[in-house]
């Protein structure tokens, strides 16, 4: 069973950038439709974005508009979010998944065979 381990998390000015990366660990990482979820105080889990398991083509939840990129590398069995331009209302916890079914680039809950534990993100003002 692959293991998802996310880093790159911690504190930010607002307009500042942060990196996300998720590692896999344990099987095959390509195998695996992948995404970035976030999850803030008091709110529900909500999707950001998802890439495809070539790393060919991605989807963003329009809430991003055009701050977050996501992106892989099958070689080193890891996934990226870069994030920009960030605001204090991004702040929450980040956590990788990843779906073994479905080619869509949108990613349900339901969907998710494996999550990683989840880095914090928080945006000062």
């Known amino acids: 069973q692959v293991q998802l381990v996310e880093s790159g998390g911690g504190l930010v000015q607002a307009g500042g950038s942060l990196r996300l990366s998720c590692a896999a660990s344990?099987?095959?990482?390509?195998?695996?439709?992948m995404g970035w979820f976030r999850q803030a105080p008091g709110k529900e889990r909500e999707f950001l974005a998802a890439?495809?398991?070539?790393?060919?083509?991605?989807g963003y939840s329009d809430s991003l508009k055009g701050r977050f990129t996501i992106s892989r590398d099958n070689a080193k069995n890891t996934m990226y979010l870069q994030m920009n331009n960030l605001k204090p209302e991004d702040t929450g916890v980040y956590s990788c998944?990843?779906?073994?079914?479905?080619?869509?680039?949108?990613?349900?809950?339901?969907?998710?065979?494996?999550w990683g534990q989840g880095t914090q993100v928080t945006v000062s003002s």
């Open positions: 998944a990843g779906a073994r079914t479905g080619y869509a680039l949108r990613i349900d809950t339901s969907e998710v065979n494996i």
């Open positions: 344990g099987g095959s990482f390509s195998v695996y439709r």
């Open positions: 890439i495809s398991r070539t790393g060919t083509s991605t």
